[in-house]
């Protein structure tokens, strides 16, 4: 996957696929890629390296009791 503004590209490297979204911190050091798996993947703004994955947490209704 590539992330690019006028000032940079970058590669993120082992991006779920398919990326249903992006976030950008202010000063573009982090990027956070969210897919159809439900994992949160946090990237380096800069090298594009993989810092870490952050697994969906199966949701409990308790609804209706």
Known sequence: LRVSDR???VVLQKAEAP???LALDEKG???LSGSKS???QVWDG??????RTIAPV?????AGH
Do not use: D, Q, W, Y
């Open 29 to 31: 050091e982090r990027i």
């Open 46 to 51: 800069k090298t594009g390296a993989l810092l």
């Open 19 to 21: 990326v249903l979204c």
């Open 7 to 9: 000032a940079r590209h």
């Open 38 to 40: 439900g994992k949160v």
């Open 58 to 62: 199966p949701v409990v209704s308790i």
